[in-house]
């Protein structure tokens, strides 16, 4: 395998006025998303909702995941038909189809993988309690202060699932859970009050259901934080507007090559390449 390029080498190429970079990690995101069918999720809701939701969606999940090296990095570049104030708009009505989205989105699940749901866990992170099930996917999530074994039990009437509440079991969730649902840390300033907090639980839950996907996909071999660090570093450079060079690859990318075609094995990518995978992944 080729040599990988290391954080330093990319924020010393980053200084240079003509380089531009792009997360190629994200079309693995993307691929699940629309496997999940938010894009037509959100087709189906009100007027207040458009065309640019599920991008907007889109976006905020990947910079929330795939953490750029330094800010010169720019994952995003179709944002044409959007701008700050409609993702302003979007977290503050995001929460008005909380419930639906998560319905939604179980249903899909449930379509196309054989759920086990015969055991149940919670996990615990400073802030919510996340619901899982065997296949380790999230069902739910709900605000940790003052939920009880019985607010899940009656949650879990719901979904038709019928537990004892001696049988629901709590464990804490590990680091990097925590600090994806960490409201603390708020890597998009579109959060900036109380009231936008479920949005960024909601997109934390949406999130951690794609890494969880993709963790099954790769039949559990590589945790979800394992995962996310090669999204995040599988970054391609460019010095013009036709040429860009593939920075990182290792066996995690090669296995989702695997999986979903993208060329994380090439040493670099054509702009007309680019635009065919970011076009095929609904990438926006």
Do not use: H, W
Not at 140 to 159: C, N, P, S
Not at 233 to 245: A, E, F, T
């Amino acid at each position: 395998m080729r040599e990988n390029k290391t954080n330093d080498m990319i924020e010393k190429l980053s200084t240079e006025k003509e380089c531009k970079f792009i997360s190629l990690g994200s079309l693995a995101l993307a691929n699940i998303l629309n496997e999940v069918g938010i894009d037509q999720f959100f087709k189906s809701q009100g007027p207040e909702f458009n065309q640019n939701s599920s991008n907007i969606l889109k976006l905020i999940i990947y910079s929330k995941l795939l953490f750029p090296y330094v800010s010169k990095i720019n994952y995003f570049e179709c944002m044409e038909d959007f701008n700050n104030s409609d993702v302003y708009k979007f977290v503050e009505i995001l929460p008005s189809v909380n419930e639906d989205l998560i319905s939604y989105i179980n249903t899909q699940l449930v379509g196309k993988f054989n759920r086990d749901t015969s055991d149940i866990v919670c996990l615990k992170t400073d802030d919510v309690l996340i619901i899982i099930d065997n296949d380790k996917i999230p069902l739910y999530y709900m605000e940790r202060e003052g939920t009880t074994k019985a607010d899940i039990q009656e949650l879990l009437m719901e979904f038709e699932l019928i537990y004892d509440e001696d049988d629901i079991k709590i464990k804490k969730a590990s680091p990097f859970i925590n600090s994806l649902f960490d409201s603390s840390i708020r890597n998009e300033d579109v959060y900036d009050c109380k009231d936008k907090f479920l949005s960024y639980y909601l997109i934390s839950y949406i999130a951690l259901v794609l890494l969880k996907i993709l963790e099954k996909k790769l039949n559990y071999k590589y945790s979800v934080e394992k995962i996310t660090e090669s999204l995040t570093k599988s970054v391609l450079l460019s010095y013009d507007k036709q040429n860009y060079k593939v920075l990182y690859c290792d066996e995690i990318l090669l296995a989702i090559q695997k999986l979903m075609d993208i060329p994380y094995n090439k040493d670099s990518l054509k702009a007309d390449e680019i635009d065919k995978l970011s076009a095929f992944f609904s990438i926006f």
